[in-house]
T-cell receptor, first 112, second 115 residues
Framework: DGGITQSPKYLFRKEGQNVTLSCEQN?????MYWYRQDPGQGLRLIYY???????QKGDIAEGYSVSREKKESFPLTVTSAQKNPTAFYLC???????????FGPGTRLTVL | AQSVTQLGSHVSVSEGALVLLRCNYS??????LFWYVQYPNQGLQLLLK??????LVKGINGFEAEFKKSETSFHLTKPSAHMSDAAEYFC?????????????FGSGTRLSIRP
């Protein structure tokens, strides 16, 4: 089955630690995205990538980093510089021909 | 710049009643418009999308939405609510012009269904 997988589903982090969230897709999509979701605020774009080895900052990139070494993978690192990282993180991918984004199941990050 | 406004952060209807979730958009170019649904602790699932073809768009689970340019609206409706429709619904807009168009999401409307 084609789709987007995110792991882990739940992640706990101590303050001051970096953590990396995984996102993998087998839809052969060129573009991939990371969003942060907080209650009552909808989705906010963190980073996006249109092709391998290229990515752009979204609206709230501070305290986050990404890489795009493979078409299928777009990991997100939440660094210790992110002041309030507790949130639900969603990864998505899209095919330029359809311009529709498809979402993974999300990772809930909690800072202890 | 594009934006989308969802009117009402919480809507409650009785089972079997009409569902109406409101969305207004702002766009300087002909927009692509989307409705997504999110169940608790899950990702977003596409319900339907408008891409300048028919103004009445039919989606999954019996939902439909009508694009009204004069009102800059794209309201989501379903004739008869079911308990399984309880979820959060997001309206979104993009310009659809680039190979990786950024989608702007509304803040969401939580739909509750009363037995």
């Amino acid at each position: 089955d084609g789709g987007i997988t995110q792991s882990p589903k739940y992640l706990f982090r101590k303050e001051g630690q970096n953590v990396t969230l995984s996102c993998e897709q087998n839809l052969n999509h060129d573009a991939m995205y990371w969003y942060r979701q907080d209650p009552g605020q909808g989705l906010r774009l963190i980073y996006y990538s249109q092709i391998v080895n290229d990515f752009q900052k979204g609206d709230i990139a501070e305290g986050y980093s990404v890489s795009r070494e493979k078409k299928e993978s777009f990991p997100l690192t939440v660094t210790s510089a992110q002041k309030n990282p507790t949130a639900f993180y969603l990864c998505a991918s899209s095919n330029p021909r359809t311009d529709t984004q498809y979402f993974g199941p999300g990772t809930r990050l909690t800072v202890l | 710049a594009q934006s989308v406004t969802q009117l009402g952060s919480h809507v409650s209807v009785s089972e079997g009643a009409l569902v109406l979730l409101r969305c207004n958009y702002s766009s300087s170019v002909p927009p692509y418009l989307f409705w997504y649904v999110q169940y608790p602790n899950q990702g977003l699932q596409l319900l339907l999308k408008y891409t300048s073809a028919a103004t009445l768009v039919k989606g999954i689970n019996g939902f439909e939405a009508e694009f009204k340019k004069s009102e800059t609206s794209f309201h989501l409706t379903k004739p008869s609510a079911h308990m399984s429709d309880a979820a959060e619904y997001f309206c979104a807009v993009s310009d659809g012009r680039s190979s990786a168009s950024k989608i702007i999401f509304g803040s969401g409307t939580r739909l509750s269904i009363r037995p």
